[in-house]
């Protein structure tokens, strides 16, 4: 007889409650075919606005991002695969008939996102160092020369004393001074800038025959934009970087508005600008801010690729160039930018390259066991102007030890042709402490910024500034790159210093070859030609009838590289040898 049921009993058997992932794909099941695509068809094209409007996101092949974003989307319309298949195996079907049951359009979007990821994190896997060691190695070439005091290193930069009538200059004043002195000047402007607007970064330029720091005024915030978005802002700041602090020279200049600065809103955004411009260029983060030979302002931006599998190894293939008073874009390849763009190679991908060439000189896995020459860069960098080009300079140290340099690098911000000095010494680091530890530097506590290499008079040489804590330039001092210790000197000011340092490495210096004034000619040009010998580029010429060999090295050689027949030149002789080009006049 079975037992009667009782009204009040409780129930032994409740019924299983469905957390709420599983209610979230109950609902889900229900939806149908059409109205799932419109959902997803309405959160994709939002998912889209936003990656193209506001992360700016590249449609370049090259761009590991943009294919990840597809696999995102892909996945997203991949959702209701995985809840019909769901599911189907719950109602007791087997793994082939819930798969055969879904909708055949949500089978295709899964398909492609499971090919995308395999095929993705392979590439990611075999285009590393690890299988191309020797590819990465080579993505940029290092010309090896000397840089001891026998055989000084001249090619790349000229002698001390060329620093302020000669083709080398050096930036006396660093970055952050430069910042100090643009903070005065906006302060001291007549139109009371300094509430409305800043300068949040300053790049180093050729400008006028001189090194400047220059930096756009941007808008502080989203109100002084509205406030300033129908003219722009009132211009940059410039400051001569050349001269010692006493003689610090910035100025505001206010003949040019900036519509686009990166520090501007919606359509004046000075980066989104340019994507749209080119939205199919992969596009280094930085801008870069410089100004033509007119002083009108421009923003650039480096172009690259994955040079590897579309993956890996950043190679710069060009600059975009954005005039910020409208607007204007236009890319270039590396070797049509225009002449007055300084900055063109990418500052940090040439680091990484020569980071990779110092590490993988013998494979990738010599860098974990022999670890044969194994190097990278020191860190920092800084610039040298030379010759009408710019360069950056840092010190290459062997990995394991990283208080001594085994060498200098000098990398042609154009053209990214390098050269390495082969010399022991302190690293830049090292250096700073050598000249920080001078007894007049020491006691008043000041600090060194970080030193440029020079050449004097073949002595290779850390030059830097010595300043107070509040960034004020106090000091200059001279450091000696293979004796830090005990060839270095400061002084109040350059001059005062390089006197100083003269007299501590008398015995290293090389004496320069007296080369008598000789006699000019000049005629016409009615051959020439050039060749290579080596590893020095020569010319040969015949003028009036006369032969000629000429060194590139030669002074004023360089002008023959855009000589023809018939033009006119002007060269001094003596002794036979042509010790200078004085001058090239194109006839037509």
């Known amino acids: 007889m079975s037992k009667p049921i009782i009204g009040n009993e409780p129930n032994h058997n409740p019924k299983h409650k469905r ?9 889900l099941s229900k939806i149908k075919f059409k109205t799932a695509l419109i959902i997803l068809g309405v ?15 590249s449609f370049s092949i090259y761009n590991v991002g943009l294919r990840a974003f597809i696999i995102i989307l892909l996945l997203l319309w991949s959702i209701p695969f995985f809840v019909f298949f769901i599911k189907n195996r719950k109602e007791g079907y087997t793994k082939k008939e819930s798969f055969k049951k879904v909708h055949w359009g949500w089978q295709i979007p899964a398909g492609i996102a499971a090919v995308l990821i395999v095929v993705c994190i392979c590439l990611a896997i075999f285009t590393t160092p690890m299988f191309m060691a020797k590819s990465y190695n080579t993505m940029i070439s290092v010309d090896t020369k000397s840089g001891t005091a026998e055989e000084p290193f001249k090619e790349f930069t000229e002698e001390v004393d060329d620093f302020y009538d000669g083709d080398m200059q050096v930036a006396i004043i660093d970055k952050y001074f430069a910042s100090l002195l643009g903070e005065k000047v906006l302060g001291q402007s007549s139109g009371g800038y300094a509430s409305q607007f800043e300068v949040n970064d300053y790049t180093l330029i050729h400008y006028k025959e001189s090194l400047y720091w220059v930096g756009a005024l941007e808008p502080k915030g989203f109100f002084q934009w509205t406030s300033s978005s129908k003219t722009g802002t009132p211009g940059y700041v410039i400051v001569d970087a050349t001269q010692t602090d006493a003689n610090a020279r910035a100025e505001l200049v206010t003949t040019h508005n900036l519509k686009y600065t990166p520090g501007a809103y919606l359509w ?31 923003y650039t931006q480096v172009i690259y690729k994955k040079k590897f599998g579309i993956t890996s190894g950043d190679e710069a293939t060009g600059l975009l160039i954005m005039n910020a008073t409208n607007g204007e874009c236009k890319s270039y390849a590396l070797d049509k930018v225009p002449d007055w763009v300084d900055n063109v190679q990418s500052h940090s991908m040439i680091l990484k390259q020569l980071n990779y060439w110092g590490e993988y000189s013998h494979g990738y896995f010599n860098t974990w066991f022999a670890k044969e020459e194994v190097n990278n860069t020191t860190d920092g960098y800084n610039y040298v102007y030379n010759n009408g080009r710019f360069y950056i300079t840092t010190g290459i140290t062997a990995k394991s030890e990283d208080s001594a340099i085994i060498g200098m690098v000098l990398s042609d911000l154009r053209t990214k042709q390098t050269v390495m000095y082969n010399m022991v010494g302190a690293t830049e680091q090292a250096a700073r402490k050598s000249a920080q530890g001078i007894q007049e530097a020491a006691a008043a506590g000041y600090y060194a910024s970080f030193p440029t290499l020079i050449n004097f008079s073949g002595v290779p040489t850390f030059y830097m500034a010595l300043k107070d804590n509040a960034g004020n330039i ?10 830090y ?50 590893g020095n580029t020569y010319f040969f010429i015949t003028v009036d009838g006369v032969d000629y ?25 003596d002794g036979g040898a042509v010790t200078e080009v004085i001058s090239v006049t194109k006839n037509s």
Do not use: C
């Open 474 to 483: 106090k000091m200059y001092a001279y450091v000696n790159v293979q004796d």
């Open 268 to 298: 004046h955004d000075a980066e989104r600008q340019m994507y749209f411009s080119n939205m199919g260029a992969l596009r280094e983060n930085e801008l870069s801010f410089e100004l033509d030979d007119d002083g009108v302002p421009y």
């Open 19 to 27: 957390n709420p992932l599983e209610n979230v794909m109950g609902k």
């Open 485 to 534: 210790t005990s060839k270095l000197a400061a002084g109040i000011t350059p001059e005062i210093a390089k006197e100083k340092y003269l007299e501590k490495i008398k015995g290293d210096i090389v004496d320069k070859p007296v080369v008598p004034n000789g006699e000019e000619k000049e005629g016409s040009l009615s051959f020439i030609t050039a060749y290579m010998q080596d």
């Open 549 to 573: 060999e000429i060194s590139i090295k030669t002074k004023g050689a360089k002008q023959l590289l855009k000589a023809s027949v018939n033009d006119t030149v002007k060269i001094r002789i």
């Open 43 to 57: 959160f994709t094209a939002l998912l889209i606005f936003w990656q193209i409007y506001f992360s700016l996101i």
